[in-house]
């Protein structure tokens, strides 16, 4: 195991990166760190003029703590000024404003019912006075708004007002709103027609948009050859990073069968085009100035490739950490390559610190670094007789290297892992290493039409067969594990426990072995504490799913899911607000149901569920449940019924003293499958009647646990 003052950037990254996650999650910490990071800086210089001078060497390890609170204090700092939002020329820091004037920073995207694209803030107005203004919009267009789709680097007036993106309503589902906080977009703006109108048409020359025409260019091309259907949306996303053809059957198979990587230019492809253009450079390879030579025709290859790609997020950050890789060969010692990751990754984090909160961004360096460290140990475990037997070792070395970097933070993002990875990439990376490189070529030679045509039939047999073989391995009992929940501390202990296992295996010490053995402890201890827990668990879940009523009850790993008649016949969208909690809540067996009079007159779970039902009356351990959806005003009643939760459902007609003559209610419920003027008439009339209540179409949903 190498040393760790072999690695001077990674010792400078690691405070680095420390400050920006402290400044993620705990934003608001009281300390000036500006004036901290000033303080540290101070001090560092006097201490090593002190040290230098007076104690020559020795206490040298406070040097190096001052030196990581200065990175540390200076990152947190940094990310806290990188937020937008903060800014005082931020467009919602404004005055009162009538519109704003903004350009289209994203080529138009076409969705199921509208257009989106990104809008860069110029200016707000206010009649005819106009001041200078900063931010990032998410805008829709609706369909019928658009006769034709304003250019990227067009100007736009816009007189809707943008809206603060929402948190997410539900329990453990994906936060989109941090998703596009990570890319400076705090906005949305939803646009009809009259809503918007064209300033301007783009003049200047943009690199982007002049990239985004060579992208159509070329997507029009592999048409044009021969390619279409499934073959086409692959081709096209693993080629060129266009991924509006992909469909969501060829998405999940791709991910199930882990190969999901291959769909989204990255890493891998340009790493592939790189090694390509390196082997033909091979030959320069001769002394200092013709690998100079090299490398700066390598540098200029992998932007021409991102330029070809449409300058994606993803293929820019490669191409960044390839730039510096090739620079980094420059220098032929083993250690440099991790240096010239560590230098690469700082120097993208400096441009934008919230790449650390980036999927993308953190499993490609971890592929990499899984690589750089793993891959000669795994490889040097067994000897192949011949050259094609290596050379299929070589590639089943590399992919497990990478998947064990990987798996757990892929687990932690996506709950499964493709047990069948090895079969999948022994196939997939082939093939599509073939169909990059062919890609390539069909793209330079298509001006002569037959040498085009015969390369696009034989990409689209490749293609097909890539597929297939993709869904066969899908289809493979086994093929993946499902639903796997592990918490952020779980998966941090993880890398730990690898981390341990690889620096015993490399150094032989007996420090690591135990440190191994602690973590592995640590982990199955939180494993076997979390499946106790949900083993015992009781929760009633109130779900916040805009017009549509549902409630889950949930007893040990199985539940009772009910839901109005639409929201049933809709499984995507309950895929969507629900199925992250389920598999946090690790629920085997969710039953079905409609909210309706005795549609469950029995326990599905063969009275094994604590649960009774009647008329819109459900009782659940010892919580008494009311979905009210009309009050028959002619019922009288002596005493209040007590509840524990009743739920105003479906715009329920407007009887808030009969429903409190009728209902003693803990808690009253109103749902989001009421319209939002009818949520504030119920929320303004329960107020003034004091009783306790909560606007789960506003306040999200409502998870009760009965345990507590």
């Not at 033909?280 to 290859?301: A, G, W, Y």
């Amino acid at each position: 195991m190498y040393g760790l003052h072999k690695y001077p950037v990674v010792r400078l990254l690691v405070p680095f990166l420390a400050g920006i996650v402290t400044a993620v999650w705990f934003d608001n910490l009281p300390f000036k760190s500006f004036w901290v990071s000033v303080a540290f800086l101070f001090f560092l210089i006097f201490s090593v003029w002190v040290f230098r001078h007076l104690f020559r060497g020795t206490h040298r390890w406070l040097i190096g703590f001052c030196a990581n609170l200065f990175l540390f204090t200076t990152a947190y700092q940094y990310t806290v000024l990188c937020r937008q939002n903060q800014w005082g020329q931020h467009f919602s820091k404004q005055p009162e404003y009538s519109f704003l004037i903004a350009t289209v920073a994203e080529p138009i995207q076409e969705k199921e019912h509208s257009y989106k694209t990104v809008l860069n803030v110029q200016a707000v107005a206010n009649g005819k006075k106009q001041s200078t203004a900063t931010g990032r919009v998410i805008a829709y267009f609706a369909k019928d708004s658009l006769s034709k789709a304003p250019l990227l680097g067009s100007i736009l007036c816009v007189c809707a007002k943008p809206k603060e993106v929402e948190a997410p309503k539900n329990p453990n589902m994906f936060n989109y709103k941090r998703y596009l906080a990570a890319n400076n977009i705090y906005h949305q703006v939803y646009l009809q027609n009259g809503d918007w109108h064209l300033l301007q048409n783009p003049e200047t020359f943009s690199i982007k948009r002049t990239a985004n025409h060579l992208q159509q260019y070329f997507l029009k091309t592999l048409k044009n050859n021969g390619i279409s259907g499934s073959e086409y949306a692959v081709v096209s996303a693993l080629l060129l990073g266009y991924t509006d053809e992909l469909d969501a059957e060829t998405l999940r198979s791709y991910s199930a069968a882990g190969a999901v990587h291959i769909l989204s230019v990255s890493g891998m492809h340009v790493g592939l085009v790189c090694f390509l253009l390196s082997f033909v450079l091979k030959f320069l390879d001769k002394n200092r100035r013709t690998r100079i030579v090299k490398v700066v025709t390598l540098i200029l290859f992998i932007w021409f490739y991102a330029f070809l790609t449409g300058l994606s997020p993803s293929v820019m950050r490669a191409a960044a950490m390839f730039s510096f890789v090739s620079i980094g060969q420059l220098w032929s010692r083993k250690t440099e390559l991790v240096n010239t990751l560590a230098v690469s990754a700082l120097v993208l984090l400096l441009f934008n610190p919230f790449l650390l909160l980036n999927a993308g961004f953190e499993l490609s360096y971890l592929a990499i670094v899984g690589i750089i460290f793993i891959y000669n140990w795994l490889y040097k475990l067994w000897k192949a007789p011949n050259r094609i037997v290596d050379w299929i070792w070589q590639l089943i070395a590399v992919s497990v290297a990478a998947q064990i970097a990987t798996g757990p933070l892929a687990v932690y993002y996506f709950h499964q892992f493709p047990t069948c990875f090895l079969l999948t990439n022994l196939v997939a990376v082939p093939l599509s290493t073939l169909i990059i490189y062919l890609g390539v070529g069909l793209l330079f030679v298509s001006f002569i039409p037959f040498l085009g045509h015969f390369l696009g039939h034989i990409l689209s047999y490749l293609l097909k067969g890539m597929n297939e073989s993709i869904k066969f391995i899908e289809s493979l009992p086994g093929s993946g594990i499902q639903n796997i929940s592990w918490s952020a501390f779980e998966t941090l202990v993880i890398y730990l426990a690898l981390i341990f296992f690889f620096g015993w295996i490399f150094s032989k010490r007996k420090t690591f072995a135990f440190a191994l053995l602690g973590s592995i402890l640590c982990v199955v201890c939180s494993f076997t504490v979390r499946k106790i827990e949900h083993d015992q668990q009781s929760k009633i879940i109130f779900y916040s799913i805009n017009k549509h009523s549902a409630l889950e009850l949930v007893s040990g790993n199985q539940s009772l899911f009910f839901a109005d008649s639409l929201l049933l016949n809709d499984p995507k969208t309950i895929a969507f607000q629900t199925e992250s909690e389920k598999i946090f809540l690790q629920i085997k067996k969710r039953f079905v149901s409609e909210f309706k009079i005795d549609s469950v007159t029995h326990d599905p779970f063969n009275n094994h569920f604590p649960f009774d039902h009647k008329n819109y009356f459900y009782q659940f351990e010892n919580q008494r449940i009311v979905v009210l959806q009309k009050i028959n005003t002619k019922t009288t009643s002596s005493k209040p019924l007590k509840v524990d939760y009743l739920v105003i459902t479906r715009n329920l007609k407007f009887y808030p003293k009969e429903l409190v003559q009728l209902f003693d209610a803990k808690l009253i419920l109103i749902d989001a499958s009421n319209s939002v003027s009818q949520c504030q008439k119920w929320q303004d009339a329960l107020e003034n009647l004091g009783c306790k209540y909560r606007n789960l179409r506003t306040e999200g949903a409502l998870v009760c646990d009965l345990k507590k």
